[in-house]
Each structure stands twice: as structure tokens, then as C-alpha cells.
Nanobody, 129 residues
Framework: QVQLVESGGGLVQAGASLRLSCVTS????????MGWFRQAPGKEREFVAA????????GYADSVKGRFTISRDYGKNTVYLQMNSLKPEDQAVYYC??????????????????????WGQGTQVTVSS
């Protein structure tokens, strides 16, 4: 049974850094990908970053390139999102997602909400100005 649990959210000032963690359970496959999404009030859930589980390829939304870094610890079944230079517009609930089947769509990683199979409960990131 696959489960994902996020942690690390909190309240920070603009310009500060924060690291999110997501621990997943269940057997992964050679095709597994882990992604981070976020959703602000009144907005749709949007793609933030993704990483391939076995080969450590990464991808980012344009809005976070140069500020956020996704990584994973294979032995701990954990994916991280290091967020630097946080802006008020980054404030949202951040969700960890997982896909286990081979992706044959456009781009290196799936970026749509409907293209992931499992989701965590979310962790709140609040950025004050």
C-alpha cells in the first residue's frame, strides 16, 4: 500500500529558506517519479518540481527555477524540496505526489495533477512580507 507523508512546512519571512520532506511507503518501480505540487487559496493545484526515483533526473516549473531544488534519499524513501529566497507568492499548501508507471507523454516528467497516482495530505507554507 502506497502512502506519502509531507512535513517541514511553516511560517517564514520573505527571503528565507525552508525544506520540505516527503516520506513514501510501498515498493517503487524503475519508472517511479516523485513530484511536488502546490495550491494557493482560490487557485488550481500547480506543478512545482519532479524527480525520477532511480536515475535522479529533475525538472522544475519556471516560477521556481534557480530558487527551489528537489532531491531524494533512495535508502530513506524520502524526497526533499529545498526552497530558497521564498516569496509571498510561494505561499500555498505543498503536496507530494508519486507516479509508478512509465510516462510516455510530453516532456521529461508528468506535470499534471491527473498524471500522478498517489498524494500526500499536504503541508502549509506561509510566507510573510
Amino acid at each position: 500500500q502506497v502512502q506519502l507523508v509531507e512535513s517541514g512546512g511553516g511560517l517564514v519571512q520573505a527571503g528565507a529558506s525552508l525544506r520540505l520532506s516527503c516520506v513514501t511507503s510501498g515498493r517503487t518501480s524503475v519508472s517511479s517519479a516523485m513530484g511536488w505540487f502546490r495550491q494557493a487559496p482560490g487557485k488550481e493545484r500547480e506543478f512545482v518540481a519532479a524527480i525520477s526515483w532511480r536515475f535522479v533526473n529533475t525538472g522544475y516549473a519556471d516560477s521556481v527555477k534557480g530558487r527551489f531544488t528537489i532531491s531524494r534519499d533512495y535508502g530513506k524513501n524520502t524526497v526533499y524540496l529545498q526552497m530558497n529566497s521564498l516569496k509571498p507568492e510561494d505561499q500555498a499548501v505543498y503536496y507530494c505526489a508519486r507516479r509508478d508507471t512509465y510516462y510516455s507523454g510530453r516532456g521529461l516528467f508528468p506535470t499534471g495533477v491527473n498524471e500522478y497516482d498517489y498524494w500526500g495530505q499536504g503541508t502549509q507554507v506561509t510566507v510573510s512580507s
